[in-house]
């Protein structure tokens, strides 16, 4: 297996397309997203998450005082082919509803104008209708929606408005992203907290211009490109200014079926946390990735990732990738999930920072909603009994460990 993997390993869509016609990369690829990249490739990555998994299983950085806010945030929302009011199970609505507020990338159209692809391939174009929204009634009290995804132009510009519109046509959903420079950001006020929340992609399919406005492309964690570093801290700006008490950043970013994010990555994470994210919530590997903290302004000495920006000590989390909560993938990793549950406290009234962080898995794919092959849903693992659990469970725990919990609470 090893010997096999070296052929593909290396190959990384992010890194720039290349023609179709070149079957040798294609093969690559579909032998890169059926066998994935399960192992980091450095020594010093393994050394990093060892180090963060001993940090977060020692609580050193929980205050002692009440939770004033709680969120929860999943990975990418994909097209299923029907299904879509009944997408998400009992369980993973009970697993939200306690939630002041929810995340998810939204990485398909829901374009009302357009028909909904019987068979994705057939376009290589996303859509779903507007019931998919509906599916998340009895979730958290708001819903936030990033559009910032490579599959953002799947129905062109004038789908990445209607899908603008069908989001907020529900007044407890918000979203980031759109055509115009003013959609890369939006605020909400919730328990008394203001939040400023904003996203990023690293690229579009089907670009044949330049990007939409807001929807803002730069690539992050990548050698092979450098990020705009004056746009993201453009983009923070903007929104801490409409939240200045939490910035939620949700980046499009790392490399598809790879585990665990390498060292320029977390380079450039740490630097949208010292630049003033709070919170990055990431999507687009289609696999669960580690979660750690960080220590911004000595808020905590014992975190093994410390940043400074100059004002009060607090603590910032980053998640790298929350795997797919919804999809038609077929290996088990892609079909393993989380619903991250975060609760945030003040601390001596100063800054929020995390006061419990869980990670609860998810199984989504065929035979878990609808009927048909293309047909899915996503359930929570303790849905399924053990033994159909168990797979999945175990993948989560290779990368999440102490996180993980089956409570719903």
Known sequence: MNALRQLYADIRYEDGRWPLSRWDLNLRYIAKSLLHVPEPRRTEDVEHFARVARHLASGSW????????????????????SGFREALSPGVRALMADAHVAFAN???PVDPARPVPRRV?????????????DAWEGTARHRVFS??????????AQGLERTRQSVLA???HRCVGGPRAEDAVAGLEVAGVRLGIAAVTYDINHLAGAPPEGVPVTRLGNPLHAPD???????IDAARAVGPDLVVLMPHWGFEYEYWPESLQREHAYRLIERGADILLGSSPHVLQPVELVSIDGGDPTCPAQVRRGGPPRVGLIAYSLGNFLSIMPTRACQTGAVLKLALARDAGGPLRPVDVRAVPTACGRGLGGEGFLDAGVVAVDELGLERAAPHLAHAWRTL???????RD
């Not at 290589?124 to 507007?130: Q, V």
């Not at 460990?401 to 409570?407: A, D, F, N, V």
């Open 62 to 81: 929980k205050p002692d005082a009440p939770a004033a806010l709680n969120l929860c945030a999943v990975g990418d929302v994909m097209w299923i082919r």
């Open 106 to 108: 939204l990485e398909t």
């Open 121 to 133: 391939y057939e376009t290589l174009h996303y859509n779903a209708p507007p019931g998919y929204l």
């Open 147 to 156: 559009l910032c995804n490579n599959h953002a132009l799947d129905q062109g």
């Open 170 to 172: 529900r007044p407890e």
């Open 229 to 235: 570093w004056e746009r993201l801290g453009a983009l």
């Open 401 to 407: 460990g102490g996180l993980i919990s089956t409570r």
